[in-house]
Each structure stands twice: as C-alpha cells, then as structure tokens.
C-alpha cells in the first residue's frame, strides 16, 4: 500500500517568503520598521523637539501671556519683533562675530592637536605611554569648576581680561579629544599601514599627513562638530573674564537680556532662539557628511 504525503496548502509560500527575508538579512538588504518603531521614533521625535518648539513659540508671545494660565501652545504675532529687539538690545551682530573666532579656532585647533597626540598615543612606541595616558585621562576626572581661580589669575597678569585670547587659550586643548582620537586611531589605523610608510622612507609628519589625517577623517569630523557646540554654549567662563559691552559671546550677550523687575521672558526666549539657530544651520549642512563619515569609519573599522 502507497502511503502518499501531501504538503498542506500555503506552506511553501510562506517557507520561501521566510527564506527570501533571511537571505535578504544575510545579504545586507533593507528591512522595513513595524508601527511599533515608528511610534517609537515618533515621540522620541516630539521629545526632542518640544523645547525648541516652545522656544519659538514663547519668543513670538509677549509677557503677558506668558504669565496667564494656561500658558500658550501656539505661535503669536510677535516673533520677529522681539528676535529684533534682542538682536539690537545685546549686540548680538558683535557676539556672533566673536563666538564664531573663538568657537572655530577651538574646534580646530582641538581636532589637530587630538589626532596628532591620538596617533601617538595609539600607534608610537615610547617610554612613559601609559603613564602619560593616565594622566591625560586623570584631568577629565576634575571639576572644571576648579581651575577657574588659577586661570583667572593667569588672565589678570598677562592683561587679557575682556579679550578673546582669554577664552581662545584655554580650549586649545581637550583631554576628551586625545582620548578620543586615541581609542579611534587603535582601530581604524592599521600597523600594517604605517610599517609600509616606513619602509618607503616616510618621515613622521608624513606619516600624519598622508595617512593618519585621512584615516581619522571620521572621527575629526565628529569630534570637530562636539568642540564647536561645546565652546558655543560655554558660559562660565567667558562670563567671568569678557563684559557684555565689550568683545561678549553670544551666552554672555544673552545674560543680559531682559534684565529689571519683571524679567521679560519672550525677549529672553527671542535672544535664545537666534543663539541656536547658527548650530542648527551648522548641523542642516554638515550633519549629514558626519553621519556618513561616522559610518564610513565604522565599515573601514
């Protein structure tokens, strides 16, 4: 007697859906969101930009309203006036102009300085490395707030105050970023690379120049955009060695708006929301060759 099995209907279309979307995962295709994560994204999205939402919305209301109850949840008429205000009330043509100098002479300056003490760091040979490592890695461990009666000193004998220098010098260099240039340049550089540099006669600058620089392209990019927004948004200090008539940045510009008894929040907001969208626009245009660059790192890596 022949026994004959059958395959139930339907079951191998859906063993070779289910063999496609394997293969398709092995092979690197792309794989589609469910409502779960999109949903997810979505609040994480309102999250993120309900602050800046509500600073806008703030900065386009007046004073008044923004002490009633319930307080506002939509735009006004008053937008443009009070950036208006804010912009001529604190000088902030002149901030801008001294925010960009000095957070761009950080962030570059901290980018070279990172990459070069990094690659040697990772990928040179000395005595002392590790100790020398301990010690870079040692001074993240104290409170900025620490060396700010030391620095000031210093600032008051070489006549600094209410220049930019003061600010300048003391970001030159960033311990975060040696470090981070370091556990960078471990992965992405290999010896290999280096050794046959060597052999065709290279000299070290060489070496940094040719190789190191566009291996760490990465990871300058992103560490270039965090020492630029860092010192964009720095406060303390600048605060307590520029003045607000003097050379300010854009934060001690904004200290001292809407200044007296009632403090005026929508200026305030106003004055805010023109100090963040020069990150914005550095982000809209920069953003996207950084997440390429972090990614492009990551497959190299």
Same mark, same amino acid.
């Given at each position: 007697?022949?026994?004959?099995?059958?395959?139930?209907?339907?079951?191998?279309?859906?063993?070779?859906?289910?063999?496609?979307?394997?293969?398709?995962?092995?092979?690197?295709?792309?794989?589609?969101?469910?409502?779960?994560?999109?949903?997810?994204?979505?609040?994480?999205?309102?999250?993120?930009?309900?602050?800046?939402?509500?600073?806008?919305?703030?900065?386009?209301?007046?004073?008044?309203?923004?002490?009633?109850?319930?307080?506002?949840?939509?735009?006004?008429?008053?937008?443009?006036?009070?950036?208006?205000?804010?912009?001529?009330?604190?000088? !902030?043509?002149?901030?801008? $102009?001294?925010?960009?100098? /000095?957070? #761009?002479? &950080?962030?570059?300056? *901290? %980018?070279?300085?990172?990459?070069?003490?990094?690659?040697?760091?990772?990928?040179?040979?000395?005595?002392?490395?590790?100790?020398?490592?301990?010690?870079?890695?040692?001074?993240?461990?104290?409170?900025?707030?620490?060396?700010?009666?030391?620095?000031?000193?210093?600032?008051?004998?070489?006549?600094?105050?209410?220049?930019?220098?003061?600010?300048?010098?003391?970001?030159?260099?960033?311990?975060?970023?040696?470090?981070?240039?370091?556990?960078?340049?471990?992965?992405? !550089?290999?010896?290999?690379? $280096?050794?046959?540099?060597? /052999?065709? #006669?290279? &000299?070290?600058?060489? *070496? %940094?120049?040719?190789?190191?620089?566009?291996?760490?392209?990465?990871?300058?990019?992103?560490?270039?955009?965090?020492?630029?927004?860092?010192?964009?948004?720095?406060?303390?200090?600048?605060?307590?060695?520029?003045?607000?008539?003097?050379?300010?940045?854009?934060?001690?510009?904004?200290?001292?708006?809407?200044?007296?008894?009632?403090?005026?929040?929508?200026?305030?907001?106003?004055?805010?929301?023109?100090?963040?969208?020069?990150?914005?626009?550095?982000?809209?245009?920069?953003?996207?060759?950084?997440?390429?660059?972090?990614?492009?790192?990551?497959?190299?890596?």
């Amino acid at each position: 007697m022949t026994t004959t099995l059958t395959t139930p209907v339907g079951s191998a279309p859906t063993e070779s859906r289910r063999t496609r979307r394997s293969k398709a995962r092995r092979a690197g295709g792309t794989l589609h969101a469910g409502p779960v994560a999109y949903a997810i994204l979505i609040l994480f999205s309102i999250g993120s930009l309900f602050p800046l939402v509500w600073t806008a919305i703030a900065a386009s209301r007046n004073n008044n309203r923004l002490a009633q109850t319930p307080p506002p949840f939509w735009f006004g008429g008053n937008l443009f006036h009070n950036m208006n205000v804010a912009w001529n009330e604190a000088n !902030l043509g002149k901030a801008f $102009i001294n925010t960009t100098i /000095v957070a #761009g002479t &950080s962030a570059l300056t *901290v %980018v070279f300085l990172s990459t070069i003490a990094g690659f040697a760091f990772a990928k040179l040979r000395f005595k002392g490395r590790n100790i020398l490592m301990l010690m870079v890695i040692g001074t993240m461990m104290v409170p900025p707030q620490l060396s700010v009666i030391p620095l000031y000193m210093m600032v008051a004998k070489l006549n600094w105050a209410d220049q930019l220098q003061a600010v300048i010098f003391p970001s030159l260099v960033s311990a975060f970023g040696v470090f981070f240039m370091r556990q960078y340049l471990l992965q992405a !550089l290999p010896d290999e690379l $280096i050794e046959a540099a060597r /052999v065709d #006669g290279a &000299s070290s600058w060489r *070496v %940094v120049w040719h190789i190191v620089f566009p291996a760490a392209r990465p990871a300058m990019a992103v560490l270039g955009m965090l020492m630029f927004v860092q010192s964009w948004n720095d406060f303390l200090w600048p605060f307590l060695v520029l003045t607000q008539n003097g050379n300010p940045t854009v934060q001690v510009a904004l200290a001292g708006l809407g200044r007296g008894y009632t403090p005026d929040q929508s200026l305030i907001m106003g004055g805010a929301l023109l100090g963040t969208l020069p990150l914005l626009l550095v982000f809209a245009i920069f953003g996207k060759q950084i997440v390429g660059g972090i990614m492009q790192g990551a497959v190299k890596g």
